[in-house]
């Protein structure tokens, strides 16, 4: 139910976006993210009012949406660094009541897609 897209390789300062298909408009999406040897962590989420909760190291430089018309949440990365690179997963829960950034809140999950910054 959640294929992500749009990983690749760049250099550190480029851009990439992610996206995320899902047919879950209304519940609460997450980006997280698993480097190898790493715990997986959470880099973004947005809820179904479009809130959205941010960790700290990628402040400033992720945005993430969603479009619902199109059933698509998208990760925007700008400036990116050596130690973003990690596989990133799309994640989505039935409701939430705030947006967390924490894996064991989401239910859904899809395979991954992988950033590479060299």
């Known amino acids: 139910q959640l294929v992500e897209s749009g990983g690749g390789s760049v250099q550190a300062g480029g851009s990439l976006t992610l996206s995320c298909t899902t047919s879950r408009n209304t519940w609460c999406l997450g980006w997280f993210r698993q480097a190898p040897g790493k715990e997986r962590e959470g880099v973004a989420g947005?809820?179904?009012?479009?809130?959205?909760n941010y960790a700290d190291s990628v402040k400033g430089r992720f945005t993430i949406t969603r479009d619902n018309a199109r059933n698509t949440l998208r990760l925007k990365m700008n400036s990116l660094k050596l130690e973003d690179t990690a596989m990133y997963y799309c994640?989505?829960?039935?409701?939430?009541?705030?947006?967390?950034?924490?894996?064991?809140?989401?239910?859904?999950w899809g395979q991954g897609t992988q950033v590479t910054v060299s």
């Open positions: 994640a989505a829960v039935r409701a939430c009541s705030t947006v967390s950034l924490r894996s064991d809140t989401y239910y859904y």
């Open positions: 947005i809820d179904g009012s479009s809130r959205t």
